[in-house]
């Protein structure tokens, strides 16, 4: 309808809004890139069964689920705010995920002799990490402005991350295929794919940055509205 474009318009005319929509985006396009080729990965470089493979996807859940667990007691009461905030656990959560990613894309070229399984458990807590850190900075965002458009701003970032995830699995995969079709070697394919996502995290880490800006912004400008 014209009256929800015009709320949708008005919202993406937001920075704070926008940007974190980027950020969403592009975040959750490194996240669900890395999602469906990781257990391949270990099979072709590492040389692990299926069964084994499956135990490393269980590795790197259970880091997601400590690194959330590390967000949600920084922002209790009972840490009060010495295990940082949100926001630097948002872009430090990213900027780790970079570095194990970078990690796996130089496990790609030594093979066996690197340490697989803690790097995995790394990316696990970093993305575990970011991600809730996210979720509670989108539901500080949409509440933020108090002009009743909260259910847009939180359809429009849903619909980042829908969308980044969708793609995120064919860019993983078919960036993987396309790869080794034209280097026609594995390990460097692997190495290249995890190269770029390593990218798109530190893109990420920087898109962070600049919501915690925003966001800053906005809430002096809401603080000083008549």
């Known amino acids: ?26 975040s959750m396009l490194a996240y669900s890139s890395q999602d469906l ?7 072709a470089v590492f040389d692990m069964t299926p069964g084994q493979t499956t135990q490393l996807s269980g590795l790197q ?32 959560g990213c900027l780790a995920s970079a570095l194990a990613m ?10 066996g002799s690197w340490p697989l399984l803690a790097n995995v458990f790394l990316l696990g807590v970093a993305n575990g990490a970011f991600s809730i850190a996210a979720i509670t900075t989108m539901m500080r965002l949409a509440a933020a402005a108090k002009d009743g ?7 429009l970032w849903g619909a980042s991350q829908a969308i980044a995830f969708g793609l995120g699995g064919l860019l993983g995969t078919g960036a993987s295929d ?23 995290f530190a ?24």
């Open 1 to 26: 309808s014209v009256r929800f474009r015009q709320a949708l318009a008005q919202v993406w005319g937001e920075p704070a809004a926008r940007r974190f929509t980027v950020f969403v985006f592009l």
């Open 61 to 92: 859940h259970g880091g997601v689920l400590l690194g959330m667990l590390c967000v949600a007691l920084a922002g209790s009461g009972w840490a009060r705010g010495r295990w940082g905030s949100v926001q630097a656990w948002m872009v430090g």
């Open 149 to 155: 458009r909260e259910g847009t701003r939180m359809g």
């Open 203 to 226: 893109g990420s880490a920087w898109w962070a940055v600049q919501v915690g800006r925003g966001a800053a912004v906005q809430t002096r400008t809401t603080q000083t509205a008549p």
């Open 178 to 200: 396309l790869a080794r079709w034209w280097l026609s070697e594995p390990a460097t394919a692997y190495s290249w794919v995890f190269g770029m996502e390593a990218l798109m």
């Open 102 to 111: 970078a990690g796996l894309s130089v496990a790609a070229g030594l093979g």
């Open 37 to 43: 080729i990781l257990e391949p990965f270990a099979g």
